[in-house]
């Protein structure tokens, strides 16, 4: 079974970092693109990040350039992304997601989300 | 960026009915389209990639189509189990953007 199981939300302050983690399995992890995809309860869907299968092409949204690093650890089948300079407006579940493998980008598995809360 | 908006916000329709939402990109994107439904407090799920290929696993009665700029979700035969969140998803270049999302619900 394709799984994906994130982890390491939870509440921090404005300024502060957290690092998430999303375990890979059921599928050959060093051969997926990967994204992390965010979404505030209620509203709707954001792309975050994305990293291709070595982890040396990586691509940002313009909201966390230079603030959220995506990395990979394909020996240990997991997804990294690395948030600093938190701010409220950061505050969303946070998906781990893989690209569909083909052309172009589309994601065909999620993983269940970690929530992540920026408030003093 | 390139902009996907939705339509409608939101439908009320039977079960049995036919439903279609469109998704509108600001600039061409060609047949690079996803759509995703999503229930409530779930990850979303592909149904639609390519503009028109569906999915393994998704009923036959999703279909989409359209080319360029603007595209189509359409739902033959509304059943309860589709009651969701539907988002359209251009896959065209980076950053991917999703539509505002279209909430299906049974009149």
């Known amino acids: 079974e394709l799984q994906l199981v994130e982890s390491g939300g939870g509440l921090v302050q404005p300024g502060g970092s957290l690092r998430l983690s999303c375990a890979a399995s059921?599928?050959?992890?060093?051969?997926?693109?990967m994204h992390w995809v965010r979404q505030v309860p209620g509203k709707g869907l954001v792309w975050v990040a994305h990293?291709?299968?070595?982890?040396?092409?990586?691509t940002y949204a313009d909201s966390v350039k230079g603030r959220f690093t995506i990395s990979r650890d394909n020996a240990r089948n997991t997804l990294y992304l690395q948030m600093n300079s938190l701010r409220a407006e950061d505050t969303a579940v946070y998906h781990c997601?893989?690209?569909?493998?083909?052309?172009?980008?589309?994601?065909?598995?999620w993983g269940k989300g970690t929530t992540v809360t920026v408030s003093s | 960026d390139i902009q996907m908006t939705q339509s409608p916000s939101s439908v009320s329709a039977s079960v049995g009915d036919r439903v279609t939402i469109t998704c509108r990109a600001s600039?061409?994107?060609?047949?690079?389209l996803a759509w995703y439904q999503q229930k409530p407090g779930k990850a979303p799920n592909l149904l639609i990639y390519?503009?028109?290929s569906l999915q393994s696993g998704v009923p036959s009665r999703f279909s989409g189509s359209g080319s360029g700029t603007d595209f189509t979700l359409t739902i033959s035969s509304l059943q309860p189990e589709d009651i969701a969140t539907y988002y359209c998803?251009?896959?065209?270049?980076?950053?991917?953007?999703f539509g505002g999302g279209t909430k299906v619900e049974i009149k």
């Open positions: 997601a893989r690209d569909r493998p083909g052309p172009q980008y589309y994601i065909d598995v």
């Open positions: 059921g599928f050959t992890f060093s051969n997926a693109w």
């Open positions: 990293i291709d299968g070595d982890g040396t092409g990586t």
């Open positions: 600039q061409g994107i060609s047949s690079w």
């Open positions: 390519g503009a028109s």
């Open positions: 998803q251009q896959g065209n270049s980076f950053p991917l953007t």
